[in-house]
């Protein structure tokens, strides 16, 4: 095992060391002080669509053990918490009254962080839409995204103050293709055209919120966090090559693209354009607002080869074999380089503000054993993406924090609670928390940097 003091020693002093979790994952009490149903509670609770029907009605019991929760962040000894805000706990119907008690939790939240020297980076949509806008169309609407501006003015009128930084969406590919496409996350949809309108009205509110945000808090660092692939063709024939190139244009490109060029890939309009809704004017100019940053998402390389059928539609992929021998417990390959070249990629095509690594994380369901969680794989893991992290830094390129995912283990969305990402375990019977060797580990690497006074941007 690598010694943390070694790899400290190659990360500047004012890196960031955090770690995240989203709302619905941990907080529990859907029902409580006025927060309504969200996609998320709906789809759990429908046969089939989520392991075991579970779902997020107790989950970590966060939202009723917040300072216990706190007080484990800031005994493992990293300087900042990536959390996300529960819409329906604020707008409980999406649009209409504001719900006082749901941002009065998250004042809480947030003045507990700041009373620990703790950094807040928050989220404001990782994918719990409240229900009541999906009878409106959900993300194939486009008043779904002016109900999303007037929520994320809403929030950050109030919490904004105490903000490091504030991500519009996490993964919207995840909300957009997994939610809309694939049919694997809430709403569960499998129609293409329902994902291409999902795609714009998503990409469309995150520029309104950036606005909105801007409007309240024009010092806070805005910024957003794509789950990008890297994308590796299956063999290095011209035919496998080119479907790797489209691939990148579906799977990234499309959320890269407008925001950071103000345009969607040519291939992709060429291939999809005729499907898309209309765009109306000054649209790709509020989705382009330059950003103070941005957050990548990282776990596993997306191999593809080119799909021969005749039905096949853009980006016409088939899966291509993985190239490594280990996979994490829920069957991703793990190939490190992958979260390098992307970052080589990714700045070679786009110019991009400085970088956080929001999410990077294995999971490894090792269970307690004599009061000891002895996650070996997770550990490896975590240190050989930080190496990675590190030679990327040395390289010139701007990441600024690595956020370990998760901190605890959680509701895994369509896996429920059978996958562990966490640094932290869970008995979800008991709700004990029992720090893990990772967490251990990952406390002692955040630990031998001082607290700085560094932000986001």
Not at 96 to 101: I, M, Q, S, T, W
Not at 239 to 267: C, I, L, M
Not at 343 to 365: F, Q
Request: hydrophobic share 40%.
């Amino acid at each position: 095992m690598t010694d943390p003091r070694i790899l400290a020693e190659r990360f500047p002093g004012d890196f960031v060391f955090g770690v995240a979790t989203a709302a619905f994952q941990i907080e529990g009490a859907t029902k409580a002080d006025g927060r309504k149903a969200s996609i998320w509670d709906a789809f759990s609770n429908m046969p089939g669509r989520v392991y075991g029907r579970h779902n997020g009605d107790v989950a970590c019991d966060h939202y009723n053990r917040l300072e216990q929760d706190l007080d484990l962040i800031k005994d493992l000894g990293v300087e900042a918490y990536r959390l996300s805000i529960a819409w329906p706990r604020i707008i409980p119907e999406g649009t209409g009254p504001v719900n006082e008690k749901g941002l009065d939790f998250y004042d809480r939240l947030v003045d507990g962080l700041k009373a620990r020297g703790i950094k807040a980076f928050a989220t404001l949509y990782h994918w719990d839409l409240p229900l009541m806008l999906a009878g409106d169309g959900g993300w194939t609407a486009r008043q779904t995204a002016y109900a999303f501006q007037r929520y994320a003015k809403t929030t950050i009128a109030r919490l904004g103050d105490r903000l490091d930084a504030v991500a519009t969406f996490n993964e919207p590919w995840c909300s957009v293709w997994l939610s809309h496409l694939y049919g694997i996350h809430a709403p569960g949809e499998r129609n293409m055209d329902a994902a291409l309108h999902a795609l714009h009205f998503t990409n469309l509110a995150h520029g309104l919120g950036v606005s909105a945000i801007r409007s309240e808090r024009p010092n806070l660092a805005v910024g957003l966090v794509l789950n990008a692939h890297s994308i590796y063709p299956g063999s290095d024939s011209a035919e496998d090559e080119a479907t790797a190139d489209r691939a990148f244009d579906f799977h990234n490109g499309v959320f890269f693209g407008p925001v950071f060029k103000g345009t969607y890939p040519e291939r992709f309009l060429s291939a999809l354009g005729h499907r898309m809704p209309k765009i109306e004017a000054g649209d790709m100019e509020t989705i382009a607002q330059p950003l103070d940053w941005w957050g990548l998402n990282y776990y596993t390389p997306m191999r593809v080869s080119h799909d021969p059928s005749e039905t096949a539609i853009f980006p016409a992929t088939i899966d291509a074999p993985p190239v490594a021998d280990t996979r994490t417990d829920i069957g991703w390959e793990v190939y490190a380089p992958a979260l390098g070249d992307l970052i080589r990629k990714l700045n070679a095509v786009y110019t991009l503000p400085d970088c956080y690594i929001t999410e990077n994380g294995a999971c490894d369901n090792t269970e307690v054993a004599n009061g000891e969680v002895n996650d070996r794989m997770r550990l490896d893991y975590i240190v050989d993406h930080l190496g990675v992290t590190a030679d990327l830094i040395g390289e010139g390129y701007p990441v600024r924090g690595y956020f370990a995912w998760s901190l605890m283990d959680n509701f895994e969305w369509a896996e429920g609670y059978r996958m562990r990402f966490g640094i932290v375990h869970v008995d979800y019977e008991t709700q004990v928390r029992t720090v893990k060797k990772s967490g251990h580990w990952y406390g002692a690497l955040a630990g031998h940097f001082p607290k700085g006074n560094h932000r986001a941007g």
